[in-house]
């Protein structure tokens, strides 16, 4: 079975902070796919990153860094000065490659506010 | 490129009463999901369509639920005999199928049953 554990359930740091999410995963494939989604207030899950189980380089985006290393089955997220539109419920979820399907098992979540 | 839309956002029902909800997926993809997301949870996958074939159902979709997508474009879920139990988020997502296949989610129907 496919497990995701974010265990920080709340963080809060004050505006310009860097911070780390973390992410840690279980499963017996070889092949897998991780995310991230960000959830603002309004709801809607916002798509933020794709990596597969073969690629593991960290990768930056803006503000945005994540750190993917399998021999710790984790899947790190940083966000490097923060600001205050960073405020959201943020998602860890790993892919079932089973028959295709890339239906997504997700994590419970980190709900991340910043502080002006 | 329009995303992904859902309707309604919010519905108030009694329970006992059925509803439907309604997704619109991104246009060109052939693949759509329902998850549903209770308080202080991530989604939980619901069931998932490639084109007009329901390829999968989670055990979470009890005979009360049935989901259709008649012409591999919008997707119906609707829940028979609502229980109190049933209060969630629905969430929709859609994706096309391929190596970078990618699923994109909608705004969300939130349902609350009295």
């Known amino acids: 079975a496919q497990k995701v554990t974010q265990a920080q359930t709340e963080i809060s740091v004050v505006e310009k902070e860097d911070v780390t999410l973390d992410c840690v995963y279980e499963?017996?494939?070889?092949?897998?796919?991780l995310f991230w989604y960000k959830q603002p207030p309004s709801g809607e899950l916002v798509f933020l990153i794709r990596r597969n189980s073969f690629d593991e380089q960290n990768e930056i985006s803006g503000r945005y860094s994540w750190n993917f290393q399998k021999s710790t089955s984790s899947f790190n997220f940083t966000i490097t000065a923060s600001q205050v539109v960073d405020s959201a419920v943020y998602f860890c979820?790993?892919?079932?490659?089973?028959?295709?399907?890339?239906?997504?098992?997700f994590g419970t979540g980190t709900r991340l506010t910043i502080i002006p | 490129d329009t995303g992904v839309s859902q309707d309604p956002r919010h519905k108030i029902t009694k329970r006992g009463q059925n509803v439907t909800f309604r997704c619109d997926p991104i246009?060109?993809?052939?693949?759509l999901y329902w998850y549903r997301q209770t308080l202080g949870q991530g989604p939980e996958f619901l069931t998932y369509?490639?084109?007009?074939?329901?390829?999968?159902k989670s055990r979470l979709l009890s005979n009360r639920f049935s989901a259709e997508r008649p012409k591999g474009s919008f997707s119906t879920l609707e829940i028979q005999r609502t229980e109190q139990g049933d209060s969630a988020m629905y969430l929709c997502?859609?994706?096309?199928?391929?190596?970078?296949?990618?699923?994109?989610f909608g705004p969300g129907t939130r349902l609350t049953v009295l």
């Open positions: 979820a790993l892919s079932d490659k089973n028959f295709g399907n890339e239906k997504l098992t």
């Open positions: 369509f490639q084109n007009e074939a329901q390829l999968e």
């Open positions: 499963t017996r494939d070889t092949t897998y796919y």
């Open positions: 997502a859609s994706s096309l199928a391929g190596i970078r296949d990618t699923q994109y």
């Open positions: 246009s060109e993809h052939n693949r």
